[in-house]
């Protein structure tokens, strides 16, 4: 079965530090997304990107983040001078379109945790 | 704004049958997802809701009432690995799921 692949699965990061966390989605799939998952909280949207630019972000998703597909199989998220509540569990998902196929919805991957000291 | 409400926590016997029910308020509703995670891991695929009534997948049914912002995912004979946080998810605005905290259901023997 195709899976979302995210790198690294663990990152620790000092606080003001750039962290970069890389996702490869599913190959035939067209919309990437972002979300995560504070420790004990729920699932929160953060970005979705089609076409080579963001259709959606939500109001977590400020200056200090950025995404990029800087070629045909990655999907980045960048997050700028970390504060030490971006620890979480950041998820990339991906799905086949913008109206979700009903039988398999959105992929997403493992996860990278990220812990900012 | 997106509120999404399901009960924090179950326990149920392995064999047994269990409900978990979800309530939503959204500003938009495309349809509804039911997502099963294990601690530390990605959220898994369950079912989604377009239309009102049942939807059967195996153990699995998903239930929901757009009129009343209702669902409820059906477990049957239940199994030790079932036990799991299950989350609600509303799909609404052009792409983008809100969920719920999720039900925790642990499965005794």
């Known amino acids: 079965e195709p899976e979302v692949t995210q790198t690294p699965s663990h990152q620790v990061t000092q606080m003001g530090q750039e962290v970069i966390l890389r996702c490869v989605p599913i190959s035939n799939h067209l919309y990437f997304y972002w979300y995560r998952q504070i420790l004990g909280q729920k699932v929160e949207f953060l970005v979705s990107?089609?076409?080579?630019?963001?259709?959606?972000k939500s109001e977590i998703f400020d200056d200090q983040f950025s995404v990029e597909r800087p070629d045909g199989s990655n999907f980045t998220l960048k997050i700028r001078s970390t504060k030490l509540e971006d620890s979480a569990m950041y998820f990339c998902?991906?799905?086949?379109?913008?109206?979700?196929?009903?039988?398999?919805?959105?992929?997403f991957g493992s996860g990278t945790r990220l812990t900012v000291v | 704004g997106q509120n999404i409400d399901q009960p924090t926590e179950m326990t149920a016997t392995e064999g047994a049958i269990v409900q978990i029910n979800c309530t939503y308020q959204?500003?938009?509703?495309?349809?509804l997802f039911w997502y099963q995670q294990h601690a530390g891991e990605a959220p898994t695929f369950l079912s989604y809701n377009v239309l009102d009534g049942l939807e059967e997948k195996g153990r699995f049914s998903s239930f929901l009432s757009r009129s009343k912002g209702y669902s409820y995912l059906l477990l049957k004979e239940l199994q030790m690995k079932d036990s799991a946080s299950y989350l609600c998810?509303?799909?609404?605005?052009?792409?983008?799921?809100?969920f719920g905290k999720g039900n925790q259901v642990v499965v005794i023997p």
């Open positions: 990107f089609y076409n080579n630019e963001i259709s959606e």
């Open positions: 998810a509303v799909h609404y605005g052009n792409n983008r799921l809100a």
């Open positions: 998902a991906s799905s086949e379109g913008g109206w979700v196929h009903s039988n398999y919805g959105y992929t």
């Open positions: 959204t500003s938009g509703f495309n349809g």
